[in-house]
């Protein structure tokens, strides 16, 4: 009877030891496929961050481009009475510049008199008395330009504050 | 589980973060930016605007484009900061019913909870577009000097935009928690915190009770200037450029809004270069025109005149600094300078050398730079909701290799298969050969340490792996591969591929080093780093030369008597000389014989590809084996 009594008392013993092990099999087991999964996700989301960084990683450089193209657009405007072959030469540099930019994603936004103010394209930084509609675009004194889509720069624009009362 | 937000809510900018695979991430807004300005508009067609969109219609909108609200929250209106700022904000306040600030925006007034929810409601919104998910809670951050009523105005403001606030941190304790504060013990921290628009100085005490095994941060001290900050720096450059001008071309820019503009952008560009570089120049062509034509911008700016530039407004701050450690409470912290272990900078504006440098003198030791200025009260604040989540409490912890592991190259070279700081465990496999001809044994050497030579490094064993078929140099394939299991114990196992022989060793002390021998071997690393790198060269450039010295000579034994012996003789003659010059330390000298040498051998080539030609071959390539076996 006693002998009985002890293998039992083994056996539930045995079981605990058993359920433990078990538990702690599935604890590690899981712990092992979230790892497993962690480093699968992680190299998805990082070949994402490395397509977004190839794409706008050259976002800076662009910007910096953009400033040379500024300066270019008011020198071909400031220039007068210049032989019309120079002239065309440089309209030409200014051409093939916005081509490399457009070939790399840059795109200018396009920008129409009258149209409404829109912060998320525009950049207000002045204001004047026209025959155009109050807190509609002017004039845009700087141009802007997206990358992929995203504004990398939003265009400077003068705002109408409609016309002068006394007119 | 749903992330927990945190937000660095700033007065000119703001940040929010979240912890990602156990690591604090910033979030980038909806129009791909990591700081969002803390601006809120009611634009001219009542439409509500909030961060750049409202900034970028400022400059048209003033009455309506509530910025630095910061400044006002949870304030009385008579307090004397907010009548002071009342003189200069180009938007309305007047005194509330309960003798708070109401602002004015478009035709309604607000308190500026509600301002300050905006922001918060943008960037909630911003986060959840981000994340793909709902973002409930957050943890907000405020300069560790706001009293109760700014703190519950905070809170307020983020109930308002929808959110669980789950905690107020104060600013600098979330940088400190950025730079790892929320694992020590008993230290004392300096946050220098030079932002757009304001200074903060905070003395932080961590302790940690033994008992309840926790840690306690409080704020011994805090100083500072609520009207200086980077933008004041800005203006003085701005400034200058515009009075060097007149001085120059007797033309004022400042009143033409597009010349100011791009000077302020010319000038924004040329502080951030002159972080790094001594000098900049400042390029702004057709700037203006005056009745002779076009004029340009053109002026050089060095770090020197920068510097001398804002000179006082980095000492006022240095100043600061120190009445807020060493006067006697409640001015300071009553400590000694010397009393401060850390000291962290924070803000765009401690990217300046000048600062940086000013804050060592100061307290004689190196400030901690390393996370972003602009982002790390943001991080900080995920990683207070990472510990409120749970997530900051590793379940599973991953050791890292203290020092590099590595095998002994030709020339006594420690070639690491294992670099330090690497997460276990981990497996590296490389494939090494021989460097002599018909040897059949290899020496398999494990070291531990960053010295590029394996001799200045701790050998952790050796063994030899023998039974390589006989073969030229460079042929035999031994497959070597390090293995450490979490324990740290490090496998060794080199395999010869022809053979199949193999041999491993198995070291369980290759991560039992002590702390000390740890930092001793780390230190001897990085004094000797310079020297270590000239023998590293040396070494590399004799490598070279012993190659070229065995091509060589293979090369004219291949070529045999289709080589002049005129020209066996010269190259027979650059080799011996190549052989000479290997034997002394220099590097140019060697590297010169190993050209001429190399110059010579060129010479064989060219004759048997004209023997070649003379005999054609339907274009086989004959050589092909050759070529492979000289490899």
Same mark, same amino acid.
């Given at each position: ?22 538990k ?13 999964a ?7 989301e ?5 397509a977004?960084f ?32 120079v002239?065309?030469?440089?309209i030409?540099i ?28 525009h ?5 004047m ?14 141009g ?7 504004v990398?720069r ?7 504050k409609?016309?002068?009362? *006394? %007119? | 589980m749903a %992330? ?15 912890m990602?695979?156990?690591?604090p991430?910033?979030?980038? *807004? ?14 001219k ?24 609200v ?6 009385k209106f008579?307090d ?6 009342s ?10 019913a309960s003798g ?7 035709d309604r007034?607000?308190?500026?909870e ?17 994340l793909?998910e ?9 300069? #560790? ?16 935009a929808?959110f ?10 979330? #940088? ?6 929320n ?8 946050v ?7 200074f ?20 011994r001290?805090t ?7 980077g933008?004041?720096?800005? %203006? ?8 060097e001008?007149k ?10 809004p ?5 000077l %302020? ?6 502080k951030? $270069?002159l ?8 390029n ?11 004029k ?9 005149k920068? $510097?001398d530039?804002?000179?006082d407004l ?23 300078l010397e009393?401060?272990?850390?000291i ?12 940086? $440098?000013?804050?060592? *003198? ?13 982002e790390?009260?943001?991080?900080g604040?995920?990683i ?6 749970? /997530?900051?409490?590793d379940i ?6 203290p ?12 070639t ?27 020496e398999?050497?494990?070291?531990q ?9 701790k ?15 460079g042929m ?11 324990n ?5 196992s ?11 060793v ?5 991560t ?5 021998e ?13 020297e270590?790198e000239k023998?590293?060269i040396i070494?590399?450039?004799? *490598?070279q ?6 091509v ?12 002049p ?8 003659k650059?080799?011996a ?17 190993t050209?001429?040498?190399s110059?010579?051998l060129q ?7 004209? /023997?070649?030609?003379e005999?054609?071959?339907a ?13």
């Open positions: 009877m006693d002998e009985e009594i002890k293998k039992e008392e083994e056996v539930v013993i045995e079981e605990t030891e058993l359920d433990r092990c078990s702690e099999r599935e604890e590690y087991l899981d712990g092992w496929r979230r790892a497993k962690d480093l699968i996700n992680f190299k998805k990082e070949a994402g961050r490395l977004g190839l794409k706008n990683g050259n976002e800076n450089i662009i910007k910096d481009l953009i400033t040379v193209l500024d300066s270019f657009e008011l020198g071909i405007a400031a220039t007068t009475e210049v032989n019309p072959e002239m065309k030469g440089m030409l200014k051409n093939q510049l916005e081509d490399a930019l457009r070939r790399h994603g840059t795109e200018k936004l396009e920008v129409k008199k009258g149209e409404m103010f829109d912060p998320a394209r950049e207000a930084i002045g204001e008395h026209s025959e155009y509609p109050d807190g509609s675009v002017v004039e845009e004194v700087e802007g330009y997206l990358l992929y889509n995203k990398i939003a265009s400077k624009v003068r705002l109408s409609g016309e002068i009362n *006394n %007119k | %992330k927990i937000l945190g937000i660095d809510l700033g007065t000119t900018n703001s940040a929010m973060s979240v990602d695979g156990g690591e991430t910033v979030l980038e *807004n909806q129009e791909g930016n990591r700081t969002t300005p803390s601006i809120v508009a009611m634009s067609t009542n439409e509500r605007l909030s961060g750049l969109l409202a900034k970028r219609q400022a400059v048209v909108n003033p009455k309506n484009t509530i910025f630095s910061k400044r006002l929250i949870g304030r008579s004397v900061e907010v009548q002071r700022d003189k200069w904000l180009p938007y309305e306040i007047k005194e509330s708070g600030v109401d602002v004015k925006m478009g007034w607000y308190t500026p509600e301002i300050s929810s905006m922001i918060l409601q943008k960037l909630k919104a911003d986060a959840e577009a981000k793909g709902k973002i409930d809670e957050v943890v907000i951050t405020v300069p #560790a000097y706001f009293d109760d009523s700014e703190r519950q105005a905070t809170k307020n403001a983020g109930e308002i929808g669980k606030v789950r905690r107020i941190i104060n600013e600098p304790t979330a #940088a400190a928690f950025a730079y790892g504060a694992k020590m013990k008993n230290e004392k921290i300096a220098y915190d030079f932002g757009g628009g304001t903060d100085i905070s003395v932080l005490e961590i302790g940690y009770d033994a008992e309840s095994k926790e840690q306690t941060v409080e704020v001290a100083g500072g200037d609520t009207h200086l900050g933008d004041d720096l800005d %203006k003085r450059v701005i400034d200058y450029l515009v009075s001008y001085k120059q071309e007797g033309i004022d820019v400042s009143k033409d597009l010349a100011t503009q791009r %302020k952008e010319a000038a924004e560009r040329a951030h $270069e972080s790094t570089s001594l000098e900049t120049e400042i702004i062509p057709y700037i203006t025109s005056d009745a002779t034509g076009p340009h911008f053109l002026i050089k700016l060095t770090r020197a920068l $510097e530039l804002v000179r980095i000492d006022r701050s240095i100043e600061l600094v120190k009445e807020a450690v060493t006067a006697q409470a409640p001015k300071g912290a009553g400590m000694k009393d401060i272990n850390e962290l900078l924070v803000g765009g504006q401690t990217r300046m050398p000048a600062i940086q $440098e000013a804050v060592k *003198n100061l307290f004689g030791k190196e400030p901690h730079k390393g996370i972003n200025p602009d790390v009260v943001a991080m604040a995920s207070q909701a990472g510990i409120l989540q749970g /997530d900051v409490k599973l912890l991953l050791d890292v290799t020092l590099s592991l590595s095998i002994e190259t030709m020339g006594g070279v420690a690491p298969m294992i670099q330090k700081n690497t997460t276990m465990p981990t497996a590296k496999t490389q494939v090494f050969s021989t460097a002599a001809d018909n040897q059949t044994s290899v398999i050497h494990i070291g340490g960053e010295r590029p030579m394996m001799a200045d490094n050998t952790l064993a050796r063994f030899i792996l023998d039974g390589i078929p006989p073969s030229p140099r035999p394939q031994v497959e070597v591969t390090f293995d450490i299991d979490a740290g114990i490090l496998s060794v080199a395999k010869d591929k022809a053979s199949g022989k193999s041999q491993s198995k070291i369980e002390a290759s039992s080093l002590n702390k000390e740890i930092e001793r071997l780390k230190q001897e690393a990085a004094a000797h780093a310079a270590d023998r590293r070494i590399e450039i004799k *490598n030369a012993e190659s070229m010295i065995y060589s000579e293979k090369g004219v034994r291949d070529a045999g008597e289709k080589v012996a005129e020209l066996k003789e010269s190259i027979e650059k080799i000389t190549l052989k000479e010059v290997k034997e002394k330390d220099d590097a140019d000298a060697i590297k010169n014989a050209q001429d040498l110059a010579e010479k064989i080539g060219e004759i048997m590809y004209k /023997d070649n030609k005999t054609p071959a274009g086989e390539p004959k050589d092909a084996g050759e070529e492979q076996g000289t490899q």
